[in-house]
């Protein structure tokens, strides 16, 4: 296991790790198999996609935050509510073959 560790700058952004994976892959001179990448945060949560086009990933910020806004009524106490939901959407691990 190796953590990868990253700064946010927004309460919802995209942020490319596929560097530290393949960094990770290298190291452990691995030629074949899966790579589980995983996010113990209940915040925080994990996608595949192309990155090819910033256009994409822009677009998804814009649906998330139509779809859960940050401010709604919530009840948790702590006031991110709106974290958690996104997060439980992208989910917490994505398998890298």
Request: net charge negative; no cysteine; aromatic share 6%.
């Amino acid at each position: 296991m190796k953590p990868i560790t990253v700064q946010t700058k927004a309460r919802t952004e995209f942020i490319d790790i596929t560097d530290a994976v393949q960094e990770f892959s290298q190291e452990q001179n691995l030629s074949d198999g899966v790579i589980t990448v995983f996010v113990p945060h209940t915040t925080a949560g994990i996608t595949i996609n192309e990155n090819s086009d910033p256009d994409v990933t822009a677009d998804m910020e814009t649906v998330l935050d139509d779809l859960i806004p940050w401010s709604n009524g919530y009840r948790h106490m702590e006031g991110n509510t709106a974290a958690h939901v996104k997060a439980s959407m992208m989910g917490s691990s994505a398998q890298v073959i």
